[in-house]
């Protein structure tokens, strides 16, 4: 899917993992005081812990705000969020009323600033066995919130300039695994497995996009660290 008309911004911001505190961004728009500025929001946007009702009320008064500010909120699917709201053919009539926000699909490019960016979302959660899930009322765990592999689609890709993803390759940072999810993988003895594939088929899909593509960046969130550090 490649979408082209989104206007030209003043500034792009990538916004890491938010687990439902969304007025992080009514906050930020409020201190910059700016209009026309792109928001990209990882994954972990934390869609679909509360109850519905709640959930729209919230997401219909930050686009009112980004309104006010003629700003976009771009949000990708992370593995704590529901992933049917970044099926296109769900929730048609409350997506129709959120003009400034938008629930991306895997596999999107978009043409942002005569930028093409590629977004992937998806992980393994670490807390994925459900009596360890500690978010929302329902603790709620969706088993497809893994990354959703197409190696042929991504030999297809050209002209890419950013990938931004929600988990990452192996060759970026964390390299190795801390003890938070060795405390987690002792109530799930296949985690640790699954987390080493995924990052080795991250690595071998975004491998194959950038032998086609001059990438600028890659960006990713998930795993709630800070890192500096060259590739």
């Keep these: ?17 938010l687990h439902g505190c ?14 026309e500025i792109c928001y990209i929001q990882v994954g972990d946007f934390g869609i679909g812990f509360d109850d519905i009702e709640k959930e729209v009320d919230k997401l219909l008064r930050l686009n009112d705000r980004l309104i006010e500010y003629n700003s976009d909120l771009f949000i990708i699917r992370g593995n704590h969020d529901n992933p049917i709201w970044f099926n296109e053919d769900e929730f048609k009539d409350i997506k129709e009323k959120l003009t400034n926000i938008f629930f991306v699909p895997d596999y999107t490019v978009l043409n942002l ?10 992980a393994v959660s670490i807390d994925r066995v459900p009596l360890l ?6 603790k709620r ?17 050209r002209d890419i300039d950013r990938i931004i993803c929600h988990t ?22 296949k985690l640790l497995e699954d987390l080493r594939i995924e990052r080795s088929n991250m690595t071998k899909m ?3 996009i950038m032998n086609n593509n001059k990438i600028k960046s890659f960006v990713y969130g998930h795993y709630h660290n800070t890192y500096r550090f060259y590739h």
């Design 133 to 138: 899930r500690k978010y929302g009322p329902g």
């Design 206 to 208: 975004i491998t194959e």
């Design 141 to 157: 765990w969706w088993s497809d919130e893994v990354v959703k592999f197409e190696f042929d689609k991504a030999k297809e890709f």
């Design 1 to 17: 899917l490649r979408m082209n008309n989104f206007k030209s911004y003043s500034r792009k911001y990538v916004i890491g993992d």
């Design 168 to 189: 990452a390759p192996d060759f970026c940072q964390p390299l190795k695994f801390n003890q938070l999810v060795y405390n987690y993988a002792k109530q799930d003895d």
């Design 113 to 122: 600033d005569n930028e093409n960016i590629l977004f992937i979302g998806g």
């Design 22 to 35: 969304w007025s992080v961004i009514l906050q930020h728009l409020n201190h910059v005081n700016q209009t």
